[in-house]
């Protein structure tokens, strides 16, 4: 599960300065933006992953965020529908790609749910509510992820964050990155806490041989190298303005067989 060969990815456009956000950092810089990016996708590249970055979308400033509005496997991908009014056509956007890559596209018809509140586990995928994935929209992608024949569970984690993932992310398939207050909520599973002072940490990206981790988080950084994990640094101080992180920037699948 931690295994790409394929990504998607988009180019963030002038507009990325007034995206949304629930904490007001400043806007960020569009050229920093871009050269953290751009250096986003370079290391998805050196870990053995064919990107496509497809052209800005200037009608749509958070549209560089491309998992929120789409999920991809192997088996197919499915059209979120985001909760943000802004962000509503994006899945219509991104649907003549998703077309062109996948044999099977399905899209949600109901409810509201974004990728940033969906969480792959070896035991199930998980779905968090939150302001943007709410109980109609939640309901509803189980039922689409349910006809893949993959298991979906609905899960409420603790207020206080944009997405499921802003709290937490995979590290390997039996151990989570997590706060202390989500240190009980994977039963079954490891849960390396971030140190204190850097939950925003908690997002990372593991594909492939590495981990993707924000740079800025020494600590946290020191206790997966520590622990064994190759890590990544990279930089997101533009790109976490828009309360935004690593698994957020793509959508990520590997070829059948």
Same mark, same amino acid.
């Given at each position: 599960?931690? %295994? ?12 990325? !300065?007034?995206?949304?956000?629930? #904490? @007001?950092?400043?806007?960020?810089? #569009? @050229? %920093?933006?871009?050269? +953290? ?5 370079? !290391?998805? +590249? ?58 099977? #596209? ?8 974004? =990728?940033? @509140? ?44 944009l997405h499921f993932k802003t ?15 989500l240190a009980g909520f994977f039963? =079954? ?14 997002? #990372? ?32 101080? +533009? ?5 935004? =992180? ?12």
């Amino acid at each position: 599960m931690f %295994r790409f060969d394929r990504a998607l990815a988009r180019a963030p456009a002038d507009s990325a !300065a007034s995206g949304l956000r629930a #904490v @007001d950092r400043g806007a960020p810089d #569009v @050229d %920093r933006f871009r050269a +953290e990016h751009a250096a986003y996708i370079r !290391a998805l +590249e050196a870990a053995g992953v064919a990107v496509d970055v497809l052209p800005p979308l200037a009608g749509f400033p958070d549209s560089v965020f491309m998992e929120d509005p789409a999920l991809t496997f192997p088996e197919a991908a499915i059209l979120l529908r985001p909760g943000a009014p802004s962000r509503r056509g994006e899945a219509a956007e991104l649907e003549p790609e998703l077309q062109r890559r996948f044999d099977r #596209v399905l899209a949600m018809e109901d409810g509201c749910a974004e =990728g940033g @509140d969906v969480l792959v586990t070896p035991r199930a995928v998980m779905i968090g509510l939150s302001g943007r994935t709410d109980d109609r929209g939640a309901a509803e992608l189980a039922r689409l992820l349910t006809g893949l024949g993959r298991k979906a569970e609905i899960v409420a984690p603790p207020s206080g964050a944009l997405h499921f993932k802003t709290l937490c992310s995979l590290l390997d398939g039996e151990t989570i990155l997590a706060p202390d207050r989500l240190a009980g909520f994977f039963p =079954g599973m490891r849960v390396v806490r971030v140190p204190p002072g850097e939950e925003a940490a908690a997002n #990372v990206l593991r594909i492939n041989g590495v981990v993707l981790i924000g740079a800025g988080f020494p600590r946290t950084a020191e206790l997966l190298d520590r622990l064994g994990y190759r890590i990544v640094p990279l930089a997101v101080s +533009e790109i976490g303005k828009l309360d935004a =992180g690593l698994t957020c920037l793509s959508l990520r699948w590997s070829r059948p067989g």
